[in-house]
């Protein structure tokens, strides 16, 4: 690899080593997973030299396909398709899905159950390579249906519910990244939700589509502004909350079928845009909280 790689930086071509933005700058060691050409630059049409699969580079930076990789002091970008991670990372499927037998839904598929033990290899578009713990079977998944924590399935809602104020504790029990349980009180129905962000407050998403279908549900077919009391359940930890359901801003979960993020609200959190703590949402914790202990 490397002895390619200095024939790569030494071929004399009128181009500057564009540096991709890295959407997230990383080092792993890997592997290329089949014979790939690398890249002056990440463009297609840069000067290109042909690696053999097996051959051992460092991760360093990813931006959508491309990734940039290094090779003793060379640094080149190939297809992230075309990268194995030397050592497969642990996670957990975050919900009951499907394996594929390649990078597509329309691909030949399993089912698997939530929780079950997958090994990441490398991603490919919006799919992450996985294999299991004998190494002996490649398979994929969506990337929004894997987790690096193993996720607690809902049962009593009303157990153990706390209040929590936001800014002495609340905001670190969903954490950013991770998946929880929202039980709505008023349609009986467990939604799992991601957090995606948020400061003043917890900004989520639905998990799936199937998860926007029981919101949809809940709230009469109509999505608003309007406070919910619901409980958030997060392993054994069970807050009262509130939220609304309008899709707005930012998403990270592109195919569950909701445009954008609704507001998840503790004791004392605020709005975005006002700053301020909104008094209805305030309500609908309270609300949540008595129809906990109410039984």
């Not at 990383?26 to 630059?41: M, Y």
């Not at 959508?64 to 990372?89: F, H, S």
């Not at 996670?91 to 090994?119: E, P, W």
């Amino acid at each position: 690899m490397y002895t390619n790689l200095k024939r790569f930086a030494c071929l004399t071509v009128a181009l500057l080593l564009l540096m991709i933005p890295a959407a997230s700058a990383v080092s792993f060691p890997v592997t290329f997973n089949a014979n790939c050409p690398v890249f002056q630059s990440a463009n297609i049409r840069s000067a290109s030299v042909n690696i053999p699969a097996g051959t051992n580079v460092t991760l360093t930076a990813i931006n959508g396909p491309w990734a940039q990789v290094k090779g003793g002091n060379i640094t080149a970008y190939c297809a992230l398709a075309a990268l194995n991670l030397r050592n497969p990372v642990h996670a957990y499927a975050n919900c009951d899905t499907k394996l594929y037998a390649s990078a597509s839904t329309s691909a030949r598929s399993m089912n698997i159950g939530v929780n079950t033990d997958l090994y990441i290899l490398g991603w490919d578009g919006d799919f992450c390579r996985v294999t299991n713990a004998q190494r002996n079977v490649t398979a994929y998944i969506l990337s929004s249906q894997i987790s690096n924590t193993k996720v607690v399935t809902a049962t009593d809602p009303r157990k153990n519910v706390i209040v929590a104020d936001w800014f002495k504790g609340g905001s670190s029990i969903l954490k950013k990244g991770y998946y929880g349980y929202m039980y709505d009180i008023w349609s009986g129905q467990f939604i799992r939700i991601k957090r995606m962000g948020g400061h003043n407050h917890a900004d989520v998403e639905p998990a799936t589509a199937e998860d926007t279908a029981k919101l949809y549900a809940a709230c009469g077919g109509d999505f608003s502004w309007d406070s919910r009391p619901v409980i958030l359940i997060v392993g054994n930890t069970y807050v009262a909350c509130a939220i609304n359901t309008e899709p707005h801003g930012d998403q990270t979960i592109t195919n569950n079928g909701y445009n954008g993020q609704f507001c998840l609200h503790m004791v004392n959190s605020k709005t975005h845009g006002g700053n301020a703590v909104n008094g209805e949402h305030q309500k609908a914790i309270q609300t949540a909280y008595r129809w906990a202990h109410s039984a």
